[in-house]
T-cell receptor, first 112, second 111 residues
Framework: DVKVTQSSRYLVKRTGEKVFLECVQD?????MFWYRQDPGLGLRLIYFSYDVKMKEKGDIPEGYSVSREKKERFSLILESASTNQTSMYLC???????????FGSGTRLTVV | QKEVEQNSGPLSVPEGAIASLNCTYS??????FFWYRQYSGKSPELIMS????GDKEDGRFTAQLNKASQYVSLLIRDSQPSDSATYLC???????????FGKGTKLTVNP
């Protein structure tokens, strides 16, 4: 099974800061995703990538961008953090063999 | 917008009972279906995946899929307090790589 590592477990940032959330997989899978999870709203897709330099917007891309320069790394960027981006951010990797999806441990971001 | 609906819960069962969790989805051509368990403060972990109509059993867990009714369920037999968590249903819409999640059902198993 793939191991999905998110670099920070907890982050506190100030409004207006540029924030980078990093996700690394230990295999070579093509499909990687960023979701955010909020109480009452569930898991919502922000962006996903199906190969290096390839990306697609999810359901809530506003205020976010992504970068995938290497296959194993998928970064989520908050261009100018706002308080409504306070959330749990989850990176997900799809494993092609059995079509399972594996989550990272999550980054709980607080924007003050 | 493809939708996945789950019983809002919460669901409370006594230890040793069968817990039944239900999920419906709107995209008729969905291909893959997943149940995840999420403990408070943790990320979701995969319990079961199911791709064809019928039942799939793994230990105390049974997933059931009925594509004609657009319905997928998860049964937990001999429920244990350690099963207390939020259960998320996720669907892979036809032609898409992404997962669409329900909002989850919180299960409490009482000793």
């Amino acid at each position: 099974d793939v191991k999905v590592t998110q670099s920070s477990r907890y982050l506190v940032k100030r409004t207006g800061e540029k924030v980078f959330l990093e996700c690394v997989q230990d295999m070579d899978h093509e499909n990687m995703f960023w979701y955010r999870q909020d109480p009452g709203l569930g898991l919502r897709l922000i962006y996903f990538s199906y190969d290096v330099k390839m990306k697609e917007k999810g359901d809530i891309p506003e205020g976010y961008s992504v970068s995938r320069e290497k296959k194993e790394r998928f970064s989520l960027i908050l261009e100018s953090a706002s308080t409504n981006q306070t959330s749990m951010y989850l990176c997900v990797v799809r494993e092609p063999v059995d079509y399972g999806y594996t989550f990272g441990s999550g980054t709980r971001l607080t924007v003050v | 917008q493809k939708e996945v609906e789950q019983n809002s819960g919460p669901l409370s069962v006594p230890e040793g009972a069968i817990a039944s969790l239900n999920c419906t989805y709107s995209d008729r051509v969905s291909q893959s279906f997943f149940w995840y368990r999420q403990y408070s403060g943790k990320s979701p972990e995969l319990i079961m995946s199911i791709y064809s109509n019928g039942d799939k059993e793994d230990g105390r867990f049974t997933a059931q899929l009925n594509k004609a009714s657009q319905y997928v369920s998860l049964l937990i037999r001999d429920s244990q307090p350690s099963d207390s968590a939020t259960y998320l249903c996720a669907v892979n819409p036809g032609g898409s790589e992404k997962l669409v999640f329900g909002k989850g059902t919180k299960l409490t198993v009482n000793p």
